[in-house]
C-alpha cells in the first residue's frame, strides 16, 4: 500500500483528497493546522493524523523523522493563503504573510521529501497554483497572492529540473475559484456552476498519483472548470 502525504488536510480540498486517496486504496499521513482538528479523520481506516505547523522547518523535520518507517511515494501540499489588494495596496508584511503561507509552507516539505525521494528512488509531489499567478490582468488586484504563488511554478520547474531521471517529478494544480462554503458565501452572486468542486480536483489528484498519471512529464493542468 503507498503512502501519500497531504498538508491542508482539514480544509475543504484537503478533507476531499483525503477521501478520495483512501477509497483509491492509498494509506494517508495528513497533517493538520490546529488541535480542534486533531480526530478529522478518526471515521477512515489507514489515515494517520498529526498537528504540525508547516511553516516550522523544525517541526516538520522532526514529524517526518517520527514517520521515517513508512515510505512516503508522494506529497500533496495544500496549505496556503489568499489576500487581495494591489501592488499600492501591498505592504512587507502582507507580502512576507503570503509568501510563507503559499511558499514557504511547501518548501518546508519539498526540501527533507526530495533527499528522501533520491534515496528511495522516486516520488511525486503535488503543488497549488493559482490562475492569476499565471495572467497579470487576473493578477494585478491580488499582488501579494499572485506573487507568492508565481513561487510555487519555479519550484515545480526547479524541482523537475532536478529529479529528471531520478523518477521524481512536481505537477502543479492550478484551479479556479474552488466551489466551498466559505466561496458560496463570499460570492453569493455568482454562478457556483462555473466553479471547480474539490472532489474533481481530488479526483484529478488522484488520476496523478496513478501508474498512468505519472507517466505525465511536468504538468501544470489548468482545472477552469467553465470559470
Known amino acids: ?108 516539505l519539498v526540501k527533507p521529501l526530495l533527499a528522501q525521494f533520491e534515496a528511495q528512488g522516486g516520488g511525486q509531489f503535488i503543488l497549488v497554483g493559482a490562475r492569476p499567478a499565471l495572467v497579470a490582468e487576473a493578477g494585478k488586484n491580488l499582488f501579494a497572492y499572485s506573487i507568492s504563488k508565481s513561487l510555487i511554478f519555479e519550484l515545480a520547474d526547479l524541482v523537475n529540473a532536478h529529479g529528471k531521471g531520478k523518477h521524481i517529478s512536481a505537477t502543479v494544480i492550478v484551479p479556479s475559484t474552488i466551489d466551498t462554503p466559505i466561496n458560496r458565501q463570499a460570492m453569493p452572486d455568482a454562478d457556483h456552476t462555473k466553479w471547480i468542486s474539490p472532489e474533481d480536483i481530488s479526483k484529478t489528484i488522484t488520476f496523478i498519483l496513478s501508474d498512468t498519471g505519472k507517466t505525465i512529464s511536468e504538468p501544470v493542468l489548468k482545472l477552469y472548470n467553465q470559470s
Do not use: C
Open 1 to 108: 500500500m503507498k503512502t501519500v502525504l497531504v498538508t491542508g488536510a482539514s480544509g475543504n480540498l484537503g478533507t476531499s483528497l483525503v477521501e478520495e486517496l483512501q477509497k483509491a486504496g492509498y494509506r494517508i499521513l495528513a497533517t493538520l493546522g490546529s488541535e480542534k482538528d486533531r480526530h478529522a479523520f478518526d471515521y477512515l481506516p489507514n489515515v494517520s493524523s498529526e498537528v504540525v505547523d508547516v511553516l516550522n522547518p523544525e517541526q516538520v523535520n522532526s514529524f517526518l523523522e517520527r514517520v521515517k518507517g513508512q515510505p512516503i511515494h508522494a506529497a500533496a501540499l495544500l496549505v496556503g493563503g489568499f489576500t487581495a489588494g494591489s501592488i499600492e495596496d501591498t505592504d512587507l508584511a502582507t507580502l512576507d504573510k503570503m509568501y510563507r503561507l503559499n511558499f514557504v509552507s511547501a518548501f518546508n
